[in-house]
């Protein structure tokens, strides 16, 4: 599905474009975007293109925003380890300051930031609404660092949606990395919740809401369910196995930081009801898995 950009106004700068996320945003849509490229290419038609380095970008902001009406914000920049997550929040925490002091002073009438539900915390069994509070858990000790200046500015009455997006399945996402092994893996008991997106909806989702007014926006989900349950759903696919790790082993093979994301339970509210936790939805997210694991094989 492709965007139709009668209702979106301008150019709409994305930054983040040769990434995961970032470039099915672009996928999706038609023309009309300026990418910020850095390390990786940023593939498709009709892109204006602008080259440098997000994180030392405090001189450079007007000139990459120079002519746009929109932004769609989905750098993250990251590490491998803890202390380099920190160290890079640190500078990215800085960095978006200075792009939105820019955005302040600018013509730009739409902002959308991609974030993550882990800002959320484990939430257990509650569902997990726009309003909720954020005790972020996981990567998003680190990465919430980075964002904190653009809730502030959300709390202030400034012009910015965050999408905070759940589990992301696609081509290239976590997937194959968790459940591509010999055997499906139950994380500790088991009963954490998982919600589920596709990378196409959620970029589709991303487009639509562009002239939105300002808030914290949930994405419509794929599926809702225990990672227990999605353990089954792909072992069924996959033909194979059922393997239990305990969190123990999940800290010794992925680190402290992964682990606290994989075992965190967010039970997100699309606004949709229970609908994602149907057996339509369900089936939706078996087609997709399905679709998923063909294509890669490819």
């Known amino acids: 599905m492709r965007v139709n950009f009668d209702s979106v106004p301008g150019r709409t700068l994305v930054?983040?474009?040769?990434?995961?996320?970032?470039?099915?945003?672009?996928?999706?849509s038609t023309s009309n975007i300026r990418a910020l490229v850095h390390?990786?290419?940023v593939e498709g038609n009709k892109i204006d293109r602008?080259?440098?380095?997000?994180?030392?970008?405090?001189?450079?902001f007007e000139k990459w925003m120079d002519g746009v009406d929109s932004i769609i914000h989905t750098a993250r920049p990251s590490s491998r380890n803890t202390a380099g997550r920190y160290w890079i929040a640190r500078r990215t925490r800085k960095a978006n300051l200075s792009m939105i002091s820019v955005v302040k002073e600018s013509t730009i009438t739409s902002t959308i930031l991609m974030h993550g539900s882990l800002s959320y915390g484990d939430k257990g069994e509650d569902i997990v609404t726009t309003d909720?509070?954020?005790?972020?858990?996981?990567?998003?000790?680190?990465?919430?660092?980075?964002?904190?200046?653009?809730?502030d500015f959300l709390h202030?009455?400034?012009?910015?949606k965050i999408v905070r997006a759940p589990w992301v399945l696609g081509p290239g996402s976590w997937f194959e990395m968790?459940?591509?092994?010999?055997?499906i893996p139950v994380f500790g008991d088991g009963r954490q919740w998982m919600s589920l997106?596709?990378?196409?909806?959620l970029a589709n989702f991303t487009w639509s809401i562009l002239c939105d007014k300002p808030g914290v926006h949930h994405p419509p989900l794929l599926y809702r369910c225990r990672q227990s349950d999605f353990?089954?759903?792909?072992?069924?696919?996959?033909?194979?196995?059922?393997?239990?790790?305990?969190?123990?082993?999940?800290t010794r093979k992925y680190g402290n930081m992964a682990t606290d994301a994989i075992c965190s339970s967010i039970r997100l509210d699309d606004g949709n009801g229970m609908s994602s936790e149907s057996t339509s939805s369900l089936e939706s997210l078996v087609n997709y898995l399905t679709s998923m694991l063909v294509f890669s094989k490819t």
């Open 197 to 201: 997106v596709s990378v196409e909806s």
């Open 132 to 151: 909720s509070l954020l005790n972020p858990v996981g990567y998003a000790k680190a990465y919430s660092i980075g964002e904190r200046p653009w809730v």
């Open 15 to 28: 930054t983040g474009g040769s990434g995961f996320i970032g470039s099915m945003i672009i996928k999706a």
């Open 50 to 60: 602008v080259y440098g380095d997000f994180l030392s970008g405090e001189n450079q």
């Open 39 to 41: 390390q990786g290419s």
């Open 178 to 183: 968790l459940y591509g092994g010999e055997t």
């Open 231 to 250: 353990a089954k759903i792909v072992s069924e696919i996959r033909g194979v196995g059922i393997s239990y790790v305990s969190r123990s082993g999940l």
């Open 156 to 160: 202030s009455g400034g012009g910015v």
